[in-house]
């Protein structure tokens, strides 16, 4: 029933919209004038184009016309009014379902349909589209691209579009230890045996040795996950072994699904760098450590040559300046661990097994 009850007052509203523009805009018969010798019927002569037209004479005419015209004006003008009111106010027209068209299986719309359910009950006709668009921009950065469509009355779907997958991630973490630290009298009664001050400093201040050290220390725990064109940790889909491999160590906390790992900036220099790399020298890099500390990446070779990049420095210039010595210093002859590239108009080279090596 109100399905027809809106069809019945939509089409008043264009019926009656129809004759207020059929009285503004229907052609006027022309004004006939009566000869009584002749007994005819003249038409009174056009007035020519060049003829001034009073201000006075202008308004006298409008006004006579929308008296005239009133009742139809205002009767359309109510029923436009009441059409508007029945738009906005209606609960026929509320958002009621908000669907997600997924690209993929793993793209997880409840969460989406719940940050969106505030939305509910709004009006579908003029609430605006930008409003959702945004909000699942802020909420959900891993979509490239977000379309909303709204199907009358209820209905809102939006179709989602997610970053490409540029890399395969290994992550390391360590979490930090808690230092155990014991109350002075616990530390008196266990140093209680040796009376002697200068005995028990000897005994309890020894320093433990680099091998110790390095037993008690723990060992990073690796994570694997997919990393996308802006940074983010993908877990929901398998390793993809045709994609190059990013390496982020030092971490102190576990990566979460769709944590920004690797700046966006960052990510576009990474892989400019690579691709100017193969361009130029026709090189392969098959891995990349990222160092956000400092402001540097790491690229890997297929011949296990590590070159290292500042970025805080052109990428062009780094790979141009060692485009020209590489082979003219006969580098490519050379067993190297490592080239640097960081500092600008020189190059750092290490051989494996020297000092710089270790």
Not at 69 to 79: H, N
Not at 161 to 190: F, G, Q, R, T, W
Not at 257 to 265: E, L, P, S, T
Not at 300 to 311: D, Q
């Given at each position: ?103 993929n299986l793993n793209t997880d719309s409840a969460s989406i349909e719940k940050e969106l359910h505030q939305y509910i009950g709004k009006n579908t006709v003029f609430f605006p589209k930008s409003r959702i668009k945004k909000t699942i921009q802020e909420k959900f950065p ?217």
């Amino acid at each position: 029933m109100t399905f027809v009850y809106f069809a019945l007052l939509f089409w008043l509203f264009l019926i009656c919209f129809g004759i207020l523009i059929l009285v503004f805009f229907k052609k006027k018969k022309p004004k006939r004038l009566y000869y009584p010798t002749k007994s005819k019927w003249y038409t009174r002569p056009k007035r020519r184009k060049f003829a001034v037209k009073r201000p006075k004479r202008i308004m006298k005419t409008s006004l006579k016309k929308l008296f005239k015209t009133s009742p139809y004006f205002i009767v359309a003008i109510g029923l436009f009014i009441i059409f508007f009111i029945f738009l906005i106010s209606s609960s026929y027209l509320a958002i009621k379902n908000i669907q997600v068209i997924r690209e993929n299986l793993n793209t997880d719309s409840a969460s989406i349909e719940k940050e969106l359910h505030q939305y509910i009950g709004k009006n579908t006709v003029f609430f605006p589209k930008s409003r959702i668009k945004k909000t699942i921009q802020e909420k959900f950065p891993e979509f490239a691209s977000v379309k909303i469509n709204k199907t009358l009355p209820s209905t809102i779907s939006i179709s989602l579009k997610s970053h490409a997958n540029v890399a395969n991630l290994k992550a390391y973490y360590i979490l930090p230890v808690a230092d155990i630290v014991e109350d002075e009298e616990e530390e008196k009664k266990s140093i209680s045996p040796f009376k002697d001050k200068a005995v028990t400093s000897k005994v309890f201040s020894l320093k433990p040795t680099k091998a110790s050290a390095k037993k008690d220390e723990p060992k990073p725990v690796e994570q694997k996950s997919l990393l996308n064109s802006i940074g983010q940790a993908i877990f929901d889909r398998e390793e993809n072994l045709e994609l190059i491999t990013v390496i982020v160590k030092n971490l102190d906390q576990p990566v979460a699904d769709r944590q920004q790992i690797v700046a966006k900036g960052h990510m576009d220099y990474m892989f400019n760098t690579i691709k100017y790399f193969k361009n130029i020298m026709d090189i392969t890099i098959v891995e990349v450590e990222y160092i956000s500390n400092g402001w540097e990446i790491h690229l890997k070779t297929k011949k296990n040559l590590i070159l290292w990049v500042s970025m805080e420095r052109d990428y062009k210039k780094q790979i141009e300046q060692f485009n020209s010595i590489y082979k003219a210093a006969e580098l490519d002859k050379e067993n190297l661990s490592y080239i640097d590239l960081r500092i600008r108009n020189k190059i750092i080279y290490c051989s494996k097994g020297s000092r710089c090596d270790k």
